[in-house]
């Protein structure tokens, strides 16, 4: 719900920032067509959100500063080519299609009217507030429907697409990894630590010698999975211990690896199966295909048509 209210912008924040060490008086930063700019509008958005510069250096938190005030003013400034051309275009909306976008999202996010309200005092938006920053996208959109025109592709575009794209239609790798746990209790000092980890290796030195690491992990992991031979399961990256996972990630199938230290222990781990991702065929991923590289084209288009936007207008920055 919070990305839809937060809407066209992308809001960049350095909260906590700009409230130290300078006073800032309110200047003209851009004159875009004769229409200015603020120095307070471009803090208003950067101080609106969250992210915090930790640089420690004072000339380089400067330097980050100043980069993130650029970006929003360029936000601004392109917010403002936009909306002047939608003055030039004519697009207008009526009150009935912006409550139909305020119902639509009530409705897809599965929320009363009296929820929406209270999200949006959360954000600091009356729905009368809401509405109008609503309308700004929709004029937007509109803008971009009228003035961007993608041809619908043909089967090689659509194909040349997929090819190059390949990774983002291939499923997860997955893999199954076992291990033995030896756990340490919280609170073990260093020396019993140091004691259950003896016990690991020489659990370890037997697997590598030739005994098998299913009857050790029955015998020795202080693991559920003791019962299934040490074996945890499918996992998709990510979802693992990270230490454990990259472990795992390391070694060929069937292959044991060293100790690895955790919050929970000490692991033996074994790299049980691995299944590499795979991607689906052309017709089996066709509509996903055509969606992306609609999206794809109307992006680049956009930016092509802001390029232009800029090209044939007086911008004067000053920050």
């Not at 000339?59 to 003013?73: H, I, P």
């Not at 954000?123 to 993608?150: A, C, D």
Request: net charge neutral; charged share 35%.
């Amino acid at each position: 719900m919070k990305r839809l209210l937060l809407g066209f912008w992308v809001v960049l924040s350095l909260l906590g920032l700009f409230c130290r060490g300078e006073a800032m008086v309110d200047s003209i930063v851009a004159v875009v067509n004769q229409e200015i700019i603020m120095f307070s509008e471009v803090e208003k958005l950067v101080v609106a959100s969250g992210i915090e510069i930790r640089a420690g250096d004072r000339l380089e938190r400067k330097e980050q500063v100043k980069q993130v005030r650029q970006k929003v003013l360029n936000q601004l400034i392109e917010e403002r080519l936009i909306d002047s051309e939608i003055k030039k275009v004519g697009i207008k909306l009526t009150g009935k299609e912006i409550d139909a976008a305020v119902e639509d999202i009530r409705r897809r996010n599965n929320v009363t009217q009296e929820e929406m309200e209270r999200v949006l005092k959360g954000e600091g938006l009356t729905l009368e507030e809401f509405k109008k920053q609503l309308e700004k996208r929709l004029l937007r959109t509109k803008l971009i429907h009228v003035s961007v025109k993608i041809e619908a592709p043909g089967e090689k575009e659509l194909r040349d697409f997929y090819n190059k794209n390949i990774g983002r239609y291939r499923t997860l790798e997955s893999y199954r990894p076992g291990h033995i746990l030896f756990r340490v209790p919280m609170g073990a000092t260093p020396d019993e630590a140091r004691e259950i980890r003896k016990k690991c290796v020489k659990v370890l030195e037997r697997i590598k010698s030739g005994e098998d690491f299913g009857e050790m992990a029955v015998l020795y992991s202080e693991d559920l999975s003791a019962k299934d031979r040490g074996d945890l399961g499918l996992f998709k990256k990510g979802e693992l211990v990270p230490d454990v996972e990259r472990e795992a990630l390391r070694l060929k199938v069937g292959e044991v690896g060293e100790i690895v230290k955790t919050d929970y222990g000490f692991h033996i781990v074994k790299l049980l199966d691995r299944k590499e991702g795979t991607a689906p065929r052309f017709e089996d991923a066709r509509a996903k295909v055509e969606m992306d590289y609609y999206e794809y084209q109307m992006e680049k288009a956009f930016r092509e048509f802001l390029s232009s936007l800029r090209e044939k207008s007086v911008i004067d920055v000053r920050l």
